[in-house]
């Protein structure tokens, strides 16, 4: 059974940019999570989508969007991007949206020069 | 609000030490708990977690127990390995969203 896959793995971006980013949950999973993990910071939450809706937020600025396709993939755009939002974006799975726990992708490490 | 708050690291332990990571928490209501392990250059996994109070969560040879009396979810480990080496979050979810709430994480190097 696949993981959660996010792409890409790496990537680097010049300040002002924007970028998007993807999560392919694990098959049959419909709630899908962001988080932002910075070494200042720590794991931050950035929203929660299920079936299509974004269902939580956290407090990140307007430039932090997402959204969920119908086959549960999601994705994630960082626009005007800003040095502080260099950070590892993990993604994160569940069946449902009990409190069973979330199953992680291994991040897109994203870095803003 | 819900937070938690997790020793401080690094730690450093031989292998076959004893491991022992505090985790406190503050939440309303009655919230699930989670430790989840980061290994170098990886996503986090999912180590064990307890949805009630007085449940045990183990996995891999590490045990957690959810104690509402003192609001803490220590994780131990009897014999730690150079493998374990890694670093440890503690989390929470509380109430009717899906957001998890962490603590900062403790880093654990063992060495052989």
């Known amino acids: 059974k696949a993981g959660v896959t996010q792409t890409p793995r790496y990537l680097i971006k010049t300040r002002g940019q924007q970028v998007t980013l993807s999560c392919s949950p694990i098959?049959?999973?419909?709630?899908v999570s962001w988080y932002q993990q910075t070494p200042g910071q720590g794991l931050q939450f950035l929203f929660e989508?299920?079936?299509?809706?974004?269902?939580n937020k956290g407090n990140f600025p307007g430039r932090f969007s997402g959204r969920q396709f119908s086959n549960s993939r999601s994705e994630m755009n960082v626009s005007t991007l800003e040095l502080g939002d260099s950070a590892l974006y993990l993604c994160?799975?569940?069946?449902?949206?009990?409190?069973?726990?979330?199953?992680f992708g291994s991040g897109t490490r994203l870095t803003v020069v | 609000g819900n937070s938690v708050t997790q020793m401080e690291g690094p730690v450093t332990l031989s292998e076959e030490a004893f491991l022992t990571i505090n985790c406190t928490y503050t939440?309303?209501?009655?919230?699930?708990l989670f430790w989840y392990v980061q290994y170098p250059g990886e996503g986090l996994q999912l180590l064990l977690k307890?949805?009630?109070a007085d449940d045990k969560g183990s996995n891999k040879g590490f045990e957690a127990t959810y104690r509402k009396e003192t609001t803490s979810f220590h994780l131990e480990k009897g014999s730690v390995q150079v493998s374990d080496s890694a670093v440890y979050f503690c989390?929470?979810?509380?109430?009717?969203?899906?957001?998890?709430?962490w603590g900062l994480g403790t880093s654990l190097a063992v060495n052989p």
């Open positions: 994160a799975s569940s069946p449902t949206r009990d409190r069973g726990g979330y199953t």
């Open positions: 098959s049959g999973h419909r709630s």
């Open positions: 989508y299920f079936s299509e809706t974004q269902r």
């Open positions: 939440a309303t209501g009655y919230p699930s």
């Open positions: 307890a949805t009630k």
């Open positions: 989390a929470l979810n509380a109430g009717n969203n899906r957001k998890l709430i």
